[in-house]
């Protein structure tokens, strides 16, 4: 659909792709170990570990159970005192605030079955990252709802550096305006940063969620699935919810390793195409994924083998 | 998991709300903005509601995800 002198590369925007393959085992060993019922997004069931998955875990005896909020966790726990729950808190900027909020109740409602795994990470460090191992791009395409939160902040300052972008929405239209306003603005040769999607995204984002972010959590240097670990890039809960730390209340520590074979790290910071894997389609399908971007409906590879799936058939 | 949605507010006691997606209600939270009320759309993400939209802008978008639902022959919020 587009022509052959526009590409667009996808970059590290799925956090269920950037989630350490660590993570995984040390979420499946709580549950096993010590008896903790996780709640988790549907998206992270089938991720692949370093040693095992949420799904294999669950056959195992591991109680895992989806949600699709935070705040679901704290329902959970609030209906069942004696069993202790365990709320896997991954995503980005557009899904912390919901976790803090959640770690805020618990702490106000003094839950002492809830605790929290966190492992969100942060938008613009990632950013800065690919800035600096130069990945040439004309422009970024900056997400749209975790834009929402942050506001246009970072993106000012990725433009005093230099780095042009847009933010945009996420459906089809949103897409082909936002390629089409990039391939407008890169003719003028000026550096740009323009915010396309202002129905949702303030020039300051949602103070708000900012200031809950803020008192909930600070920030630590963070590890990220394929790409290594990025300073000040995750979240910890800040010293007075502690408690509510399941990395402490459980001991646990997180596998550093990187998972073998799976090229996903190239793939995230837009060094390969996943077609050029030498897994993909091959022994890492979505029934079967090798690596997390084959697995969660963002994922690069994920979406590049239902495309090339569609084209043959 | 990214995918956030917009909804209508039906009521709302100023931290939670129930909302109207695509005919279908559910509870989010409202505490993350300022001044909820019935009628306001607004973008879900994680049972939060992370902002306020406006209405026809909100429409707009809900006719997108009324035709995704369309085409892939089943409900997006089930
Ligand atoms: S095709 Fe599979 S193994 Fe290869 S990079 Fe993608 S997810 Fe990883």
């Known amino acids: 659909m ?25 979420a499946a060993e709580i549950a096993l170990k010590n008896d903790a019922q996780l709640l988790t997004f549907g998206d992270l069931v089938k991720v692949p570990g370093i040693r095992t998955s949420l799904e294999k875990a669950r056959a195992e005896g591991a109680e895992v159970r989806t949600v699709i909020s935070p705040l679901e966790a704290l329902k959970a726990a609030r209906e069942n005192p004696e069993r202790k729950h365990v709320f896997l808190a991954v995503g980005f900027e ?23 795994l966190p492992a969100h990470k942060l938008v613009p460090p990632a950013l800065e990252h690919l800035v600096r191992n130069n990945c040439k791009v004309d422009a970024f395409i900056y997400p749209g709802h975790v834009s929402a939160i942050t506001g246009m902040a970072p993106y000012r300052k990725l433009a005093e550096q230099d780095v042009s972008g847009v933010v945009a929405g996420f459906e089809a239209e949103d897409l082909i305006r936002a390629i089409f306003a990039i391939i407008q603005a890169c003719d003028r040769g000026e550096t740009f940063c323009l915010n396309l999607y202002p129905k949702v995204v303030s020039e300051e984002g949602n103070l708000i969620a ?25 979240l910890r809960l800040r010293p007075p919810y502690e408690r509510f730390d399941a990395w402490k209340a459980y001991d646990i520590v997180m596998d550093a390793r990187e998972q073998e074979g799976c090229l996903c790290g190239l793939v995230l910071t837009g060094r390969m195409e996943p077609q050029d894997c030498p897994l993909f389609g091959k022994i890492c399908r979505p029934e079967n994924p090798s690596g997390a971007c084959m697995v969660s409906s963002e994922g690069s590879c994920a979406a590049a083998y239902r495309y090339s799936m569609g084209e043959t058939t | ?27 989010v939270s409202v505490e993350l903005i300022e001044g909820a009320c019935p009628g306001d759309y607004i973008m879900v993400h994680a049972g939060v509601a992370i902002t306020k939209m406006p209405e026809q802008e909100a429409e707009a978008t809900l006719l997108v995800f009324e035709e995704l639902e369309r085409l892939a022959g089943e409900p997006l919020n089930g």
């Not at chain 1, 909020?101 to 409602?109: M, P, T």
């Open chain 1, 210 to 234: 900012q200031k809950l972010m803020k008192d909930v959590f600070e920030e630590e240097d963070a590890a990220w699935r394929g790409i290594g670990s990025l300073p000040a890039s995750g």
């Open chain 1, 94 to 116: 557009t899904t912390a605030p919901a976790t803090a909020l959640a770690v805020r109740h618990a702490d106000e409602e003094k839950l002492a079955n809830l605790t929290f």
């Open chain 1, 2 to 26: 587009l022509p052959d002198s526009v590409r667009v590369i996808s970059g590290p925007g799925c956090p269920v792709c950037v989630t350490p393959a660590g993570y995984i085992d040390a």
């Open chain 2, 1 to 27: 998991m990214c995918l956030g949605f917009p909804a209508k507010i039906i009521k709302t006691d100023g931290s939670e709300a129930l909302v109207d997606f695509l005919g279908v209600r559910t509870t």
